[in-house]
């Protein structure tokens, strides 16, 4: 317990002896490697051998494949010329790395010399830097014919902070390499430099949804480099030919953690191994714990996306925790631990939530036994992922469970809030957070339900209670502090003591969970050199919570007069109407019973406290506000700027804006621009920043503090703060580290220890239970693309010639197309469709979403975005768009494997989206269900022939579109894409299609008949499928036709009078 | 990495930061040392040797200073003049991606001349201007030490300027929003000049800048020593601007002067 900061080696001897184990097993076999070096570069031959037996395979098949419409994969457009190896060629070549500590660089030598490893590293060791010297070894050019040529790393998954990382440690790695390389690459004129002026072979570039075209992707590729670029538009590449597996060297993943099942990463390796057997593949991961959550996920997302090795890296790895520990023991660097307790009304408090918390998940238990896991229980509630637990189990049954159910959930999510929110924030905030549902909780004659359920446990008493006394007790205002602010105080008066003592550069860095925290302890510092600096604050924040209360009262009241005005005239009986009973004296008759029934009426719901807040004096206002604007610039507080005030400085914005458009500074006022620019001496800087911003050891580098404090625990920081202690061990920094005592806080932290460490002891057991998997090339199940393992079936047999009755079964081989609008690759069900060995096509579509013959085009929405497009209107544009050009316009409604079949939880206010389907408003998701159903009828009222498919999850809607392309013709995309570009431009319809265009453009005239509607339209050519048929129809049969004989006649003479111009 | 954060004060409450770094090419051509590992690469006919130095250089404080000094100039032409209509249309935003332009001659000649006296206020020392990128520049600086100076995003350089120009304006509507940077605070330590008079001592004179970074403690001492000094600091809040600026620094000056 005493140790919360440094976590150990970890104490299960058997569990070191069997990592210890693998990783011998592992050297042994790079050690083989590296035996067979002298051969001369097993790899390369291992390149040449594959890639020529590919040509030759794919030469052999040419024709073959010539046969298929479109193949899988676009063919390599650029002939690469197929020669045989130099010798002289293969040369060594120095790297320097940037890794400071050694085991970072073991852990690069690791991945670099396994066969397509998949890293997984404890939490905060670093990941980014090794990753990007990696990527730097990686791209290391290739000699061919004495000529140097680059070769092209793409990088997946990263996140935008990633693709910075790599970005600046690339560039320093750049200015680290030997100069040599660079040289013959200019040199030999192979590769001109480019445009940014650098002449880096290992260029870093980033290719995002909007920032490249076609063909300057297409250059970029060919250039090659380092490339990280969305998957959704690799994908989309990869199909479309703008780049061919083979020419990329290898792939590296970046938070494999966070790829789900059938993602586009692991489709995209697909693709890359179907067609590149020679290039590497590497993953990383820094989240153990998500590696050990469903049944064997190790092994099923290495299977997912090809992986063949795990190395796994916890703390506790020898080579790490040497590194790590041994510097401590050199210095006496000690982590001061500042354990702070609980004031009594905040365990009080604490000890409340807890209780009601466990009810709850009880409570939930009991009511869903079926559903519920042994996991959910008090000891889990404080990790992180408990609510994800809850929400996967109960969020696809939704509309199962009972309401109670849903409250159960509900209160649990909250009553986690208000734990975060008891020790993080200050206890006016967590005050009114609590006093906000109460108020929204209580009773009304419109609700059945009263309360949430955990306030009817007796402990949510206590909590209110002691919320409120926080506030205000015996009388008086206590506005409690919490107790670290005052600890954090101390602790900077300390500091800058021993700044004065000891000569020690560097800022002071607080460090704490999230935005909030940082804003307050901003403003308590901000506040602390004053007198009473701090209750001031107190007061300011009461002041901010009962303005923010009349707010919402006005609003109410506003919103009740607006439904009561127009009521208000029925006339009661003045007897009835209860009114306040206004009098001028002071003391009126009974006054103390009226009083005593109020305050026994107000006493259940507390109500008290609220009229002492309101009646709290206001003198604080003024002052506190002057104290704000004076000491807090300007983003921190609201400031309510009055109308009066607007008007005056509307001029004075006029005139700085004509001055503004001048521009040009005259010397006085250069002058006092000068003046106010200083250096900051970074000594004298406190800067307070959160965890997320600080999960890099780079970021620590940057900044280079002296001093630190931890205000909350963190165990990613921790392991930051080893690392920059470790590499800084001459300057190591003072770590002060804080928590509250025998609090929730102190208990999350040990489970995240405890969490990680479990994980990789399962991972470890895992990996020891793994079966080696080879395959063979030659192997048919390799193929598990079907249609894939069709084409080499009948390759085998083509070429057993005995076999004579094979040729009725080879021309069965036709491959089915489906055209796909590429911006739908964000969805899985492209990826989907190509293993199930459709070809997928992309194209940018005007209409539709998916083609799938010429006659069917499909709109696929997910629920959020269908509720989004009711909204906004598209949807009923699209279709429109849909049925004007195609036989059967398709509305496709997908659903999540994850989700409920249902529309009852998306018609419930809180939404349930995945970020992925981004292009609706989270407010706009509040349809209900009734409304969401009423448009889809009326949808389908307007477009009669609009199909609807209702699919539960895109393997279903697999199923569906491959049953519906049985026996149909495929799609041709040039036609489709044409469709709907813009009415001018639009091309020709093609002879295939002709007959059918004009037969629908003739049936579309009719529309112009007066009196015709779109009903009887489509009675028409529902009975007679030919234009043609038609006029030959004569009067009787059309009036048999449309039951109405004045409209039969109209018919019958447009028919005629068209058949005369024609 | 030696990625280090200058933060320059640009007026009474607002930061920023200007990102320093290295580049230690030259510095670290000749690395002797063995390589730690030698292995092929199997997807190349490459055997690539790895090296680490371990050498690490930073910036120092007093560095720093110094180097920010004597930017001073420029980085307020860059912030206050540059993304101005006139300078923007007429040269700066003209330039063509990866072309260069003598900054000298065609701005500073041009727009920061005084009309009467001919002479410059602005003492720049960019010698020349190119444009990397779309919104990427980079300017040459050569005096003592020689940098160079890129600006990311020009259009986020656009918004700080019309920020700091109409900043005070109260009128939170049509003043531009604040080009802050995330949730990163800085607060600034500095002597609480009222409580320490209060206490007794007369402490202005530590506000004054001096060479030594200890400049606080030094005072201290030469005070009387039987009394422990009381100093009350104060933490100062200031806006944190966002991080538009990057310094590679290329040559450091001489440490002795000839």
Known sequence: MSQLFVQDDSDDEGLQDELSRQIKELKELQEKILVEEPKVGSGVDVVDETSQSEKKKTEKVEEEEDKVLYPLIPNDKYEYDDKKPDINDIRSVNINLSLPLSFQQQVVENALVSNDPLVILGKGLGMMSIVSNLLHILATPTKLDGKLKRSLVLVLNATQSDNQRIGEELQELFWLSDDDDDNNLSKNGNISSDQNGNENPRSFNVVTADSLSVEKRSKLYLSGGIISVTSRILIVDLLSGIIHPNRITGIVVLNVENLRHYSNESFIIEIFRSKNKWGFLKGFSESPESFVMEFSPLMRKMKDLKFKNVLLWPRFRVEISSCLNDILKQKSQKVIEIKVSLTNSMSQIQFGLIECLKKCIAELIRKNSELALDWWNIENALDLNFQRSIDSVMVPNWHRISFESKQLVKDIRFLRHLMKLLVTSDSVTFYEELQLSLEANKPSISRKYTESPWLMATESQLVISHSRKRIYDNERYQLEEQPKWEQVLSILEDISYQRNISKKNGPTLIACSDPATCRQITSVLAYSNRKDGIKNLMNQKLNLYRYRKEENKRLLKEANDKETQDTKEIVVSTAFVKEEVVSKRRRTRGAATVAAVERLRNAGAGEDIENIIDDYDVSWDEMSRVIDEEVLGSDEYIKYSNEAEDEAFESDTETAETCFSAARTSKEVWEKVKNDYHYINCNDQIIVDCFANLNDETALQEVMPSHIIMYEPDLTFVRNLEIYRAINHEQAPVIYFMYYGDSIEEQRHLTAIKKEKDAFTKLIRENAMLAQHFETEGDLSHYKNLADRKLQLSRLRNTSTRIAGGQNLLHEVTQDVVIVDSREFNASLPGLLYRYGVCVIPCMLTVGDYIITPDICIERKSVADLIGSFLNNRLESQCKKMAKYYKFPTLLIEFDEDQSFSLEPFAEKRSYRRNESSTVHQISSTLSQFEIQMKLSKLALKFPNLKIIWSSSPLQTVNIILELKLGRSQPDPSVSMALGVSKNSRSQPTSVKTNNETNDELYKTLLDIPGLSKVDYFSIRKKVKKFSVLKKLSKEDLTNLVDDEGLAQKIFNFLNIQEDEI | ?258
């Open chain 2, 1 to 258: 990495m030696t990625l280090s954060i200058a933060r320059i004060k640009i007026s009474d409450n607002i930061i920023l930061p200007l990102r320093v770094f290295i580049n230690r090419k030259q510095l670290l051509y000749n690395i002797t040392n063995e390589p730690i590992i030698q292995a092929p690469l199997l997807s190349n006919n490459s055997i690539v040797c790895l090296k680490s130095p371990n050498t690490r250089i930073f910036v120092s404080n007093n560095d720093l200073e110094s180097l920010c000094d004597e930017i001073r100039d420029d980085i307020l032409l860059i912030i206050y003049e540059l993304t101005s209509q006139e300078v923007m249309n007429q040269t700066i935003g003209k330039l063509r991606v990866g072309y260069n332009l003598d900054f000298k001659k065609s701005v500073i000649n041009r727009f920061f001349k005084d009309d009467d006296t001919g002479d410059y206020y602005i003492d720049s020392n960019i010698l020349m201007v190119t444009r990397v990128s779309k919104l990427k520049y980079k300017f040459r600086f050569k005096k003592n030490w020689e940098v160079d100076i890129f600006i990311n995003n020009i259009k986020k350089l656009s918004d700080l300027r019309d920020y700091l120009l109409f900043r005070h304006n109260p009128n939170q509507m049509s003043s531009p929003s604040i080009p802050i940077n995330s949730v990163k605070k800085v607060l600034i330590m500095e002597p609480d000049d009222y409580l320490n008079i209060e206490t007794g001592k007369d402490q202005t004179m530590i506000l004054q800048e001096d060479e030594n970074d200890s400049g606080i403690i030094d005072q201290q001492s030469s005070q009387d020593d039987d009394s422990k000094p009381i100093i009350h600091y104060r933490y100062k809040p200031t806006l944190n601007l966002a991080e538009l600026i990057d310094i590679h620094v290329l040559q450091r000056p001489r440490r002795h002067k000839i």
